[in-house]
């Protein structure tokens, strides 16, 4: 990862995480990162992927937060949007109930892909926890500094913004939400899309008309869920 002046980073974001980029945890971050790619080690997604949610949804654009973990560890599969895939790529699991729960919520017939580059333009924050991984290792980059950045990230629309739905699936994001201000935001919980625990409360959760009734009473428009075909 290059130092803050080369990395390319929409401007709405940049200047308000400049200084993130010279501290120390960043700085490990970035030799970390060297030394892997050194070692000839395949690292998810491309470098001009990693801050794709980010550079997608600038920061006075976003109206609904999605949290992820850390990126699909399979060839070709991640580029930079939690529960995102290229359109060439089979969905996922977790995306398939995603999908599942839009239709049940909404009526909208599922894509046949997984390309949500469509919500990210609308203002829906695609962000994972953790920007990189390595290929066939889940988890793999946990611990070396991503979590402070993104912290920083959500902190920062808490902060600054109002009006924001936030979708926190599973423990992991609902701890990364926890400091984020329930009297300006919409905080909305529930299990992990996962198969593993989709039908303990996932399914059913109607997050997504929830959101688009909060959008509405706030003033703002909804989102358009459905995702156009390729």
């Known amino acids: 990862m290059p130092e803050s002046r080369k990395i390319v980073l929409n401007e709405t974001w940049l200047r308000r995480l400049e200084d993130q980029f010279q501290q120390e945890y960043m700085h490990n971050l970035r030799e970390f990162l060297l030394t892997r790619k050194h070692h000839r080690v395949r690292i998810y997604p491309r470098g001009a992927d990693i801050f794709n949610a980010l550079n997608s949804t600038?920061?006075?654009?976003?109206?609904?937060?999605?949290?992820?973990?850390?990126?699909?560890?399979?060839?070709g599969q991640a580029h930079?949007?939690?529960?995102?895939?290229l359109p060439d790529v089979q969905i996922p699991p977790s995306l398939a109930n995603i999908y599942r729960e839009i239709h049940s919520?909404?009526?909208?017939?599922?894509?046949?892909?997984?390309?949500l580059q469509s919500w990210a333009e609308q203002g829906v924050l695609l962000?994972?926890?953790?920007?990189?991984?390595?290929?066939?290792?889940?988890?793999?980059?946990?611990?070396?500094?991503?979590?402070?950045?993104?912290?920083?990230?959500?902190?920062?629309?808490?902060?600054?913004?109002?009006?924001?739905?936030?979708?926190?699936?599973?423990?992991?994001?609902?701890?990364?939400?926890?400091?984020i201000d329930r009297?300006?935001?919409?905080?909305?919980?529930?299990?992990?899309?996962?198969?593993?625990?989709?039908?303990?409360?996932?399914?059913?959760?109607?997050?997504?008309?929830?959101?688009?009734?909060?959008?509405?009473?706030?003033?703002q428009e909804p989102i358009d869920w459905s995702v156009p075909d390729h």
Not at 142 to 155: H, L, R, S
Not at 196 to 211: D, E, I, N, P, V
């Open 105 to 115: 919520d909404l009526g909208i017939t599922p894509p046949g892909h997984g390309y």
């Open 80 to 85: 930079g949007l939690c529960f995102s895939v």
């Open 127 to 179: 962000l994972n926890s953790v920007l990189t991984v390595e290929q066939g290792q889940a988890g793999s980059h946990q611990g070396k500094g991503w979590e402070k950045f993104t912290d920083a990230v959500v902190q920062m629309l808490s902060d600054a913004r109002e009006g924001l739905v936030f979708m926190l699936w599973g423990s992991y994001a609902t701890k990364k939400g926890a400091a």
């Open 183 to 219: 009297g300006k935001h919409l905080v909305l919980k529930a299990p992990h899309p996962s198969p593993l625990s989709a039908h303990r409360g996932f399914l059913g959760c109607r997050h997504f008309s929830k959101a688009n009734e909060y959008l509405h009473k706030s003033r």
């Open 58 to 75: 600038p920061f006075e654009k976003v109206r609904v937060v999605i949290l992820g973990q850390d990126p699909y560890h399979g060839p």
